[in-house]
């Protein structure tokens, strides 16, 4: 065993696993939740990413949400509430460009397909009461910026010229409002209705998009509570068979001893609980638990914090498994990924904008690398 694959096992990892929210409370944004699918909780509500922070930078198509993990930091006062977002665009063929730009162009020249960004706040904001209440959540102070219609996710700074009711952030979600529903429902809209500007903030945000991940709670749970047969698989959303049908798939894709060992070792991790979608430890010394061994990025692909310039430094993973519940089906043409390794500023800093955009590295199939 190489001195990595020591380092993994020794350092503590909290796993991440969906469910359906008992209380669909759990997921706004005052309950400071982890989820995935949906629409986004933002913890900054009002100064959201905008401009092509939103955008694919392949297609120019708007990025959909995949997940968000809440990760404060206690000993950091500025960071008391702290939320990790991951976009993505929709299309197998711009993940596939993405990969192929991480290795040709590098950090320094961005060009990306699937982004993340980290939001944090200290105890005393403009957003959130310094007092938890019964249930851990705050209480909101006012509303947010009014959302897409469509999408649910950005910023709605187009307005509907007919019923000045909807917004939408970009053409592209309007005209596919319009098409939806949005032609018949506008002409019933009064335009003295309430604007989405005066929705409270504690009420649910609805995308008419049909296209959305299904939304699901991201609990979390130590590594160490795991053994290797502790999973009921009559309790599975996903069973046993369908991760070793994508087990399989992949093996095939392999070329060497090299990824036929970093898989191995990866499908021992995994093994302790099948059903993790994610795998996060800020603790100094962690590292991702690659797949295989090529595809992984040297330490002049991950560049400076973009904000301060400071180092950045591992934080979470993402597994292909959370495609499964997410319905995604396993096609050759199919969206689907080996990892998504997030990084993150070490210094966790400050200053605006609110939304800091981090690094993600893309690890697929050697097979799909070759074909990028």
Not at 308 to 317: A, H, N, S, V
Not at 362 to 367: A, C, F, K
Request: proline share 6%; glycine share 4%.
């Amino acid at each position: 065993m190489c001195l990595e694959e020591l380092e993994v096992d020794t350092v503590p990892v909290w796993l991440g696993f969906v469910e359906k929210p008992k209380n669909s409370r759990l997921l706004l944004r005052e309950a400071f939740p982890s989820k995935a699918g949906g629409v986004p909780a933002w913890l900054d509500p009002v100064n959201l990413p905008t401009g092509k922070s939103c955008l694919c930078d392949m297609c120019g198509e708007p990025l959909q949400f995949l997940l968000q993990v809440y990760a404060p930091i206690s000993e950091k006062e500025s960071a008391f509430h702290r939320t990790l977002y991951v976009f993505m665009c929709l299309s197998m063929t711009c993940l596939l460009r993405d990969q192929h730009e991480q290795w040709k162009r590098g950090p320094q020249v961005p060009s990306r397909s699937v982004k993340v960004f980290r939001c944090q706040l200290p105890l005393t904001n403009a957003f959130y009461s310094s007092e938890a209440q019964k249930d851990g959540s705050a209480r909101p102070l006012g509303s947010g910026a009014p959302l897409c219609a469509w999408c649910g996710t950005w910023k709605g700074n187009k307005l509907c010229s007919n019923c000045k009711t909807a917004r939408y952030c970009s053409e592209k979600h309007q005209v596919l409002h319009w098409r939806a529903d949005h032609k018949v429902k506008c002409q019933q809209l009064s335009i003295s209705s309430k604007s989405s500007d005066d929705t409270s903030s504690n009420e649910a945000v609805t995308a008419a998009s049909k296209a959305l991940w299904p939304e699901f709670e991201i609990i979390n749970e130590h590594e160490d509570n795991f053994s290797f047969s502790d999973t009921d698989e009559n309790d599975s959303l996903v069973s046993r068979q369908q991760v070793d049908e994508a087990a399989d798939s992949l093996m095939d894709s392999f070329e060497g001893d090299d990824d036929r060992q970093s898989w191995a070792t990866f499908q021992q991790h995994l093994a302790k609980a099948p059903e993790q979608v994610l795998r996060y430890s800020r603790d100094e010394g962690a590292k991702p638990l690659w797949p295989t061994s090529s595809g992984r990025p040297s330490k002049a692909d991950i560049p400076k914090c973009s904000s301060c310039g400071g180092t950045m430094k591992f934080e979470l993973q993402i597994l292909p498994q959370l495609l499964y519940y997410f319905g995604v089906n396993n096609d050759v043409n199919s969206l689907d990924w080996a990892t998504i390794v997030v990084y993150t500023c070490a210094d966790s800093c400050e200053g605006n904008p609110s939304y800091k955009e981090e690094f993600v590295w893309v690890q697929l199939t050697s097979q799909s690398s070759t074909d990028a």
